[in-house]
């Protein structure tokens, strides 16, 4: 069991976290439904792409030998014998020194070697005539030639989007085995919780981790069971917790993994049989979090603050789920991205930060700016801050320009900013460094 007062770094405790994530057991599904979802097999092409030569243009498939004499002064002249739409099975022979009208798409015919597009030829009476020679293998796709059979179109692990189900779809796939998602259970804790859509009464807040949880959890494709707001009772959370275990792959809990009276989870997590992995990470804002599995079962206990839930859901929660779901190592976590920082900081060593920042893109580079009012209770800036600004716990100071690491928040946009060239609103660029001393 972890102890209360001891904390594992930020690197540990997400090595824990990821030690028990395994990936589910996959599942099959609909096309249809498969969207987002990650491919756990391989698919491969089941016939040539195209299958069969076509042609590229609206026009008349021909034989180019018979154009060979073609010129502005010497025009050769085709007869028109029939036509091949798209979709005809036709197995209309070509005769010498003529033409067949053809679509779009429609199979070019036997002893065809070329198409020609009709804006390039003049027709009347049942004839083309032609003032330039046709190349072999003009505006013909050849069979084959995109994808030949048996090659392969997808590979596990790729995050299916529109254009892959269309691969899939060609392939003759109506059904494909996935990664399957996760049930994740919500559960938030607090006597002084009302639902975010009342109003509250004396010393009463609005739940809004409730709707925040659930957001990020549809944000990555998942709808979440019917959260629980639970009373700060130990008996209360061990019914309700014990009941998520048993439907969820992942139980999510807000509140009550703090040092307080009130604060039962840690309490209530034994009671279920719950093992603890750990209770506290050097980290700021979301020190108390708590990681405990049940069985095969993951147990995030997450702070009450908002501002810490949602800095522990992207850190810790999504990667886990992420894995769980078959997605590759390089899709867990947020993207990270270097960025100089506008304003010199300073911090205590010993915590690694979690800094809420505007990240805009200049003709150098990233810019963060740290956003003002970086206390757990403030949440005003939600509304600017894309991305936070991840400062060591060894760190003790940065100064103004320096390169700090970024990680962006999904769907992030970067607004474009003018900066100079070489510098920063002014200032020269500085490099990453701890202080020498400590600064309060």
């Known amino acids: 069991m972890g102890k209360q007062g001891f904390l594992i770094s930020v690197d540990e405790a997400r090595r824990k976290v990821l030690d028990r994530a395994l990936p589910l057991p996959p599942t099959a599904m609909a096309l249809e439904d498969a969207l987002g979802h990650v491919l756990a097999e391989e698919i491969s092409a089941t016939t040539d792409m195209p299958p069969f030569d076509a042609s590229a243009m609206d026009g008349f498939a021909l034989r180019s030998e018979d154009t060979k004499r073609a010129g502005a002064e010497t025009p050769v002249s085709l007869s028109v014998q029939g036509v091949i739409r798209a979709g005809d099975a036709s197995a209309l022979a070509l005769a010498r020194s003529a033409a067949i009208r053809i679509m779009t798409g429609a ?6 070697d070329a198409v020609v597009e009709k804006e390039a030829v003049e027709e009347h009476d049942g004839r083309i005539l032609l003032r330039a020679p046709v190349p072999p293998a003009n505006h013909i796709r050849r069979r084959g030639s ?3 059979c048996g090659r392969r179109l997808l590979a596990p692990g790729h995050v299916l989007d529109a254009p892959s189900l269309f691969l899939a779809a060609a392939s003759g796939r109506s059904r494909l085995t996935v990664g399957r998602r996760p049930r994740v259970s919500m559960i938030v804790t607090g006597d002084e919780l009302v639902p975010f859509s009342e109003t509250p009464g004396a010393a009463q807040i609005r739940d809004v981790n409730s709707p925040l949880i659930g957001a990020f959890l549809r944000e990555m494709g998942i709808d979440p069971e019917p959260g629980s707001v639970v009373r700060d009772s130990a008996d209360d959370l061990a019914v309700v917790l014990g009941r998520s275990i048993r439907q969820s792959e992942v139980v999510i809990l807000s509140g009550g993994v703090s040092a307080g009276d009130y604060d039962v989870v840690r309490e209530v997590l034994k009671r279920v049989g719950a093992q603890e992995l750990f209770a506290g990470v050097s ?39 992420q894995r769980m779901m078959g997605f590759p190592e390089g899709n867990w976590f947020l993207q990270e991205s270097p960025a100089r920082i506008t304003e010199s900081i300073t911090k205590k060593a010993g915590r ?3 800094l809420r920042a505007c990240v805009e893109q200049s003709e150098n580079g990233l810019v963060a700016e740290i956003l003002e009012g970086q206390e757990s209770y403030q949440v005003s800036n939600l509304a600017r801050a894309n991305a936070w600004v991840v400062l060591d716990a060894d760190l003790r100071a940065v100064t103004k320009g320096s ?16 900066v100079e060239a070489g510098k920063l609103r002014g200032r020269d660029m500085g490099r990453l460094h701890p202080a020498g001393g400590e600064i309060a």
């Open 107 to 112: 199979v070019v015919p036997p002893l065809a």
């Open 146 to 148: 995109d994808v030949p």
């Open 283 to 321: 980290q700021k804002p979301g020190k108390p979090m708590t990681f405990a599995v049940a069985d095969s079962k993951l147990i995030f206990g997450l702070p009450g603050n908002p501002i810490a839930v949602l800095v522990c859901l992207y850190e810790y929660v999504r990667p886990a789920v």
């Open 352 to 354: 690694t930060h979690f």
């Open 403 to 418: 390169l700090v690491r970024a990680h962006l928040l999904p769907g992030a946009r970067l607004r474009s900013i003018a």
